[in-house]
């Protein structure tokens, strides 16, 4: 009876595949992303990553018996999604304006907050919103925040450039109607002078925001963890943090050491000045495949609302005709601190949003390179809304990578108001850039712009955009181009390419599986269409 258990098992044994696959996922239609363009029905993964691409029967002779075996149904499978610059999810403990689609709406949230907090408390919004999903297409300014709060300070969050503020908010930080906006900043005025509560960029210091309450390190993670669960459940395997702290980057370690993440993450490290490169206690490119140091990012000019340009553009400060934009940082010291990281051996990452911007990026850059060669390293301008031709050489030249949101999305109509028709169409001109062969990948900024991913594959599809009708249709690309930016050109700011970013055997096992074909589904359903897996190293984090 031993005998023949034994040689019952023997027989098995000769029955198993030589390489043996974790999970098999066939009946599908696998777009690989290759060099080749291969399109398969089905692949094999093995310890995290992918084992083989293929056919049905190609992929199930490395099926054992302890092998998974997921029926794609005829779903589509493509590599995991990558947003390129990220900051956090929105929401958070401020009145949540996401939802609202109307003024009304905004001003009722805002009363309704007043109506509940003690009387002489700071009402605030969170950042999770934009004026171009309203309805009047405006800010809500500060006769309107009066109205809605008239006892309680209101400061309304706007992106992360701007504060709008009601008559009570001003009164309790001192700010007069004379005063003046300080350099990189703006104020804004109604057209007959008085404030109209808005504060830009360096003017926001004149705010000092109640303190959040302290989180434990418990919470932290926790909140991180339940954070990363809701990227993974559209697709987000990959995720870029635009600028944080050291602690920041730690809490990622720790989350790491507690057991798998479901998103792999690269980060920025936000420093002001050179005294704090030797502070830091972190080296250049430190981490491994799921915790991993992308740069340093610096910034230059502001937001929507004051991108710096080479031609003068219309403001709703009472500057029509001369305002240029802002110039957050001094040239001098942005250009010192670059050449200082850049032999230090780190990695720069500069937001940039106007023509201006990008000129003083370009010569900060180009200085750098003098010092130190910095075209093999991948430095980086982040945003890049408007760029001019003259600068795909220069671009080019360093070998700079461009990281691009879908703005345009969700804010054409302020960004028509702010620049003019001619500038918003050709905002973030993903055409223009592909076609100078300047390598760029493809993201949210969220919560500026919402996190779907998809969201941002139909946008550069299509320049559709919320409530402006397409924008710069000369600028659509193709949904291979789009695809193989949110994922391998993410992939390639942090020199991961050989890792992920496409699904060929030996790159790590992150792959998304769509309800619909995204090659060929009807334009909308980009949009719409829902994740039905998520895997990240192979391992299931997410399914519908």
């Known amino acids: 009876m031993i005998r023949l258990a034994v040689a019952f098992a023997l027989v098995l044994a000769a029955c198993e595949p030589k390489e043996s696959a974790d999970t098999v996922l066939i009946n599908g239609k696998v777009v690989t992303l290759d060099p080749a363009g291969t399109v398969a029905s089905a692949l094999a993964l093995r310890d995290g990553r992918i084992l083989a691409v293929g056919k049905n029967d190609e992929i199930l002779a490395y099926a054992g018996s302890g092998t998974e075996r997921i029926d794609l149904e005829g779903k589509t499978v493509v590599p995991g999604l990558a947003d390129n610059h990220y900051h956090s999810i929105g929401g958070g403990p401020g009145v949540d304006l996401s939802r609202a689609r109307s003024l009304e709406e905004v001003l009722d949230q805002i009363a309704a907050r007043a109506a509940e907090t003690p009387e002489g408390d700071v009402v605030v919004t969170n950042s999770d919103w934009h004026e171009g999903q309203l309805r009047e297409q405006r800010l809500p300014y500060r006769d309107d925040l009066d109205r809605a709060s008239p006892r309680h300070p209101a400061v309304v969050v706007r992106g992360g450039h701007e504060y709008i503020l009601n008559s009570a908010a001003l009164a309790k930080w001192g700010i007069e109607e004379n005063v003046e906006a300080p350099s990189g900043g703006s104020v804004g005025r109604y057209p007959d002078g008085r404030l109209n509560g808005e504060l830009v960029d360096t003017a926001k210091s004149f705010v000092k925001l109640p303190p959040k309450p302290e989180a434990s390190l418990e919470e932290r993670l926790s909140a991180l963890a339940d954070e990363h669960r809701r990227l993974s459940e559209v697709g987000l395997t990959s995720i870029r943090y635009a600028g944080v702290s050291p602690a920041f980057y730690r809490d990622l370690e720790k989350l ?7 998103v792999r993450v690269s980060t920025l490290l936000w420093i002001q000045n050179e005294a704090e490169i030797e502070n830091l206690g972190i080296a ?7 915790v991993r140091v992308a740069g340093i990012k610096l910034g230059v000019d502001g937001g929507f609302e004051g991108g710096l340009m080479r031609e003068p553009y219309r403001e709703p400060w009472g500057q029509n005709g001369t305002f240029y934009g802002l110039l957050t940082m001094a040239t001098e010291p942005y250009v010192a601190l670059v050449r200082a990281l850049n032999e230090k051996g780190w990695r720069v990452a500069t ?20 010092d130190r060669s910095i075209v093999e390293r991948r430095f980086a301008i982040e945003h890049g809304f408007i760029p001019r031709e003259d600068q795909f050489p220069r671009m080019k030249a360093l070998g700079l990578q461009v990281t691009a ?49 998809l969201w941002v594959l139909y946008h550069f599809t299509t320049r559709d955009t919320i409530s402006a009708g397409v924008m710069g249709e000369d600028q659509k690309v193709s949904r291979e181009e789009a695809l193989r930016a949110m994922t391998l050109g993410g992939a390639a700011l942090t020199f991961e390419e050989g890792l992920k970013g496409t699904v060929e055997p030996g790159k790590l096992a992150d792959l998304v599986v769509l309800e619909e074909d995204i090659l060929t589904c009807a334009p909308e359903r980009i949009r ?13 984090v997410f399914r519908r």
């Open 256 to 262: 790491k050491e507690r057991g798998p993440l479901s």
């Open 284 to 290: 250049p490119d430190a981490g491994d495949e799921w």
């Open 351 to 370: 937001h940039a949003v106007g023509d201006a911007a990008i000129d003083l990026v370009l010569n900060a850059y180009e200085k750098a390179n003098e």
């Open 405 to 453: 949101q879908n703005h345009l999305y969700l804010a054409a109509p302020s960004l028509e108001k702010y620049w003019g028709p001619e500038r918003a169409r050709w905002v973030t001109p993903l055409r223009a850039y592909l076609d100078a062969d300047i390598p760029v990948s493809l993201g949210t900024d969220a919560p500026v712009v919402p996190y779907p991913p």
């Open 528 to 540: 719409d269409m829902e994740v039905a897996l998520t895997l990240v190293g192979g391992r299931v």
